[in-house]
């Protein structure tokens, strides 16, 4: 069974920038959420895929955008980069509408926004 | 709107010193409660998922406890290598987004 994977690990950009941050699904998952992460915090919600729909979504604004594939896989976007969007991005999934909704992570990409 | 508190921030044990880790949590209508592992740098290892007031989940050191207000993590006999911030979240009946806590960072001392 393949876990989360999520690419690239690190990322520097400048402020302004643009950024897309990929996510793998674990085998047989259909729904990705995506969470940000800065130091010292939890976790934040920023949206959720369910076979390729958005399926909830966050407090963020709309310069965070997001895909998934047809096989599950998804992009996290985000545009004009502010120094505050530096942190941990994390890439959940999970086999969605179901009682089992137990969301395994992946190891996230830090992104430094200089 | 969904909340979830965790106390204390950090602990510090000795090796052997069992202790127990809190998690509070108000939503509206409790589809599961979860508890993570997360070592620095790293991404959440899952641990355990509680339903229902009442339930508890067991593996190795680690059991967590649940009732209609909060849930704990109990530490038997911990040791270095459970050092790490435990994670607490939860997952409304109407939502697919989990809420966290901030987390509690253990530290096991030899």
């Known amino acids: 069974e393949t876990g989360v994977t999520q690419s690239p690990t690190h990322l520097i950009k400048t402020r302004g920038q643009q950024v897309t941050l990929r996510c793998s699904s674990q085998?047989?998952?259909?729904?990705v959420s995506w969470y940000q992460q800065a130091l010292g915090q939890g976790p934040q919600f920023i949206f959720q895929?369910?076979?390729?729909?958005?399926?909830g979504r966050g407090n963020f604004p709309p310069r965070f955008s997001g895909l998934q594939f047809p096989n599950y896989s998804s992009e996290l976007n985000v545009n004009a980069l502010e120094l505050d969007d530096s942190a941990l991005y994390l890439c959940a999934s999970s086999l969605g509408r179901g009682r089992q909704e137990t969301q395994y992570f992946g190891p996230g990409t830090r992104l430094l926004v200089l | 709107e969904d909340q979830v508190t965790q106390s204390p921030e950090a602990l510090r044990l000795q090796e052997g010193e069992s202790s127990s880790l809190n998690c509070s949590y108000t939503v509206s209508g409790l589809r599961g409660l979860f508890w993570y592992r997360q070592d620095p740098g790293k991404g959440p290892e899952f641990l355990f998922t509680l339903y229902s007031a009442g339930e508890e989940k067991e593996k190795e050191r680690l059991k967590a406890t649940l009732t209609k207000k909060e849930s704990f993590l109990h530490i038997t006999a911990p040791k270095p290598e459970d050092s790490a911030t435990y994670l607490c979240a939860v997952q409304a009946t109407n939502a697919g987004k989990s809420t966290f806590g901030d987390g509690t960072t253990l530290t096991v001392k030899p």
């Open positions: 895929y369910y076979r390729e729909e958005e399926n």
């Open positions: 085998s047989g998952h259909n729904t």
